[in-house]
C-alpha cells in the first residue's frame, strides 16, 4: 500500500492527465465507485478510490521523490552523528595534563546548537513581515533548508510548482508542506548531534578517565559560576541532586593554562564530579528539546500532507463526483439523448441532485440557461440567480443574500466560455464563496456558442483564471461536449 505521501502527490497528477476524458465518463465511474467505497473521511474515501481505479499508467512522482527524501534523511542522521560524535571527541580530550574545560564543552556541545534550535523556530511561522529578512538568513545556514535543496536538486519533479525549499513554494498547502519538510530535516539532523554527542560522551565517561575543570578569561568568582551552574540544573536540580555541582566543586575545581605546577590543585577523583551535570545538560538542552520538535514536525508534516491532497482542486472535484449522483441520458432504461439547440453538440450528464445555480452575464439569455438547466439539471434550488452584466453592483450583492452558510448545496456557475474571465467575476465568486462557506462547491461551467461545448483553450482560460483564487473547491468543468466526442 502507498504511503499518504506518494498518495498526495500521485493522486493530483493522474487527475490533471484524466481531465481529458469527458465529464460524463468520470462522472458515472466516480460515483459507481464512491457507492462501493465504506467510510465518512474524505481522506480515507479518496486513497481508497485510487487503490481501486483503473489507472493504466500510475505516476511514479510519490514513489521517487520517497525514495529521495528516504536517502536525505539518511544521509542528515549520519552526518549529524558523525559531526556530534567528532566534536564531543574533540572538546572533551583529555591529555592527562589540563582537565576537560565545561565551559567550552556547554558551549560547543550545548548552548551553539540550542541556539541554532531557537533560530530554526522562526520558520515554523512561515513569512512573516518584518522579520523576512532574517527568517532568509536563517533559512540560508538551516542544514534542513540546505537538505531540502539538495531533495530538490535529486528530485523528479515534472510538477512545476512544487518546491521543498524554505518559502520556495507560492502558498497554500505547498508551502506548508515544504517548511513542515524543512523542520522535519533540522530537527533529525539536530537529534542526531545531540544524540551522537551524548552518547560518545557517555562511552568517554565509562571507559576511559577524564577530569573535568572550568576556565574562562572573564573575571567570575566562584559563587556567581555556581549560581550559572545552579540555573542551568534547574530543570533536573530536585530529582538528580548528584548533577549539580556544589560550590566546593566549583571553587577547587577552576583552573588557568599558565600555571607552571597542577592546573588544580585537589585530587584528581574530586574532577570527575562534573560529568552528570554534562550529560545532563546534554540530555536536558540537546537530546529532549529536539525530540518534541522532531515529532511535532513529522506530525505537521504530516497534516501538510494531507493537506496537500485533500486541498487539491482535482481531488475535490473528485469528492463531488463521488457524493453526486449524475444521470446518463443514454444509460440504459433511460430516456433517449436530450439535444440542445446546437446539433453539433449533446447532453452528457444531468445532475440528479440538487443544485443551485448562478447565471454570469447572462441576462437577456434566459431562454438559453433555461434549455440548458432542462437539459443538465434534474433538481435545482429555486431559480436561477443572474448576476454581473447591466446589474449595478448593490443589485448583485443582494442577490447573493439568497445564499447562506447553512446550505452545501453545490452550485453551477454558468458563464459564457467564449468571453474571456473578468476580474468583476473573480469578485463574484469569492462573494458567493464568503456567502456558501467553504462546504459547497463552486462548479464554473463555461457554455459555448448557443449552449453548446465550449473551446478547449476556452476551457484553459477559464482554468487559469479560476486557480488564480487559490479555492480547492471552485472549478471549472465542461458539461456539454461535442457529439462526435461523446459518439466515443
Known amino acids: 500500500m502507498n504511503s499518504l505521501f506518494e498518495d498526495a502527490l500521485d493522486i493530483p497528477a493522474w487527475l490533471e492527465g484524466d481531465r481529458a476524458l469527458a465529464f460524463r465518463e468520470r462522472a458515472h465511474r466516480d460515483r459507481k465507485l464512491g457507492l462501493a467505497i465504506r467510510g465518512s473521511r474524505p481522506l480515507v474515501r479518496v486513497r481508497a478510490w485510487w487503490r481501486q481505479v483503473d489507472a493504466d499508467a500510475r505516476p511514479e512522482l510519490g514513489a521517487q521523490l520517497k525514495r529521495t527524501r528516504a536517502w536525505v534523511s539518511l544521509v542528515l542522521c549520519a552526518a549529524g552523528a558523525l559531526f556530534g560524535s567528532g566534536l564531543a571527541l574533540a572538546v572533551l580530550r583529555y591529555d ?49 533548508n540546505l537538505a531540502a535543496s539538495v531533495f530538490n536538486r535529486f528530485a523528479t519533479r515534472p510538477v512545476g510548482e512544487l518546491n521543498f525549499d524554505w518559502g520556495g513554494s507560492r502558498g497554500g498547502p505547498l508551502a506548508r508542506l515544504a517548511k513542515w519538510q524543512v523542520m522535519f530535516f533540522s530537527q533529525l539532523a539536530g537529534l542526531s548531534f545531540s544524540l551522537a554527542a551524548t552518547l560518545t560522551a557517555f562511552a568517554l565517561v565509562v571507559f576511559t578517565d577524564l577530569a573535568f575543570g572550568w576556565s574562562t578569561t572573564l573575571d567570575v568568582a566562584a559563587l556567581q559560576a555556581h549560581r550559572v551552574v545552579e540555573l542551568v540544573s534547574w530543570p533536573w536540580g530536585q530529582w538528580v541532586g548528584d548533577a549539580v555541582p556544589g560550590v566546593a566543586l566549583v571553587e577547587e575545581s577552576r583552573f588557568f593554562r599558565l600555571d607552571s605546577g597542577d592546573p588544580v590543585d585537589v585530587a584528581a577523583g574530586r574532577l570527575t564530579g562534573w560529568w552528570p551535570f554534562l550529560l545532563m545538560s546534554l540530555l536536558t538542552y540537546g537530546v529532549l528539546p529536539r525530540c518534541i520538535l522532531l515529532v511535532v514536525a513529522r506530525a505537521r508534516l504530516s497534516a501538510a500532507t494531507r493537506d496537500v491532497l485533500l486541498e487539491d482542486v482535482g481531488v475535490r472535484a473528485l469528492l463531488d463526483r463521488m457524493d453526486s449522483a449524475v444521470l446518463d441520458s443514454e444509460g440504459e432504461g433511460e430516456e433517449p439523448p436530450v439535444e440542445s439547440s446546437s446539433h453539433a453538440t449533446r447532453a452528457s450528464v444531468r445532475f440528479a441532485d440538487t443544485v443551485r445555480v448562478v447565471a454570469w452575464d447572462l441576462a437577456g439569455e434566459e431562454e438559453l440557461v433555461d434549455e440548458w438547466l432542462i437539459t443538465h439539471v434534474e433538481k435545482r434550488h429555486g431559480s436561477p440567480v443572474f448576476l454581473g452584466g447591466d446589474n449595478e453592483l448593490a443589485a448583485d450583492e443582494l442577490a447573493l443574500t439568497a445564499f447562506s452558510t447553512d446550505d452545501s448545496t453545490m452550485v453551477l456557475v454558468l458563464v459564457k466560455g467564449w468571453e474571456p474571465p473578468l476580474l468583476d467575476c473573480m469578485d463574484v465568486l469569492r462573494s458567493l464563496r464568503t456567502r456558501v462557506g467553504s462546504q459547497a462547491s463552486l462548479l464554473v461551467v463555461p457554455l459555448g456558442l448557443d449552449v453548446g461545448a465550449p473551446r478547449a483553450d476556452e476551457l484553459d482560460a477559464w482554468r487559469h483564471a479560476i486557480a488564480r483564487l487559490a479555492d480547492p473547491g471552485v472549478y471549472v468543468e465542461a458539461l456539454t461536449e461535442a457529439a462526435g466526442k461523446h459518439d466515443g
Not at 551553539?112 to 538568513?137: C, H, K, T
Open 96 to 144: 592527562g595534563h589540563y582537565p576537560v574545560n565545561v565551559v567550552a564543552a556547554l558551549a560547543l556541545l550545548v548552548i551553539a546548537p540550542l541556539l541554532l534550535m531557537i533560530a530554526s523556530l522562526l520558520l515554523m511561522p512561515g513569512r512573516v513581515p518584518g522579520l523576512r529578512m532574517l527568517q532568509d538568513a536563517v533559512a540560508t545556514v538551516n542544514v534542513g
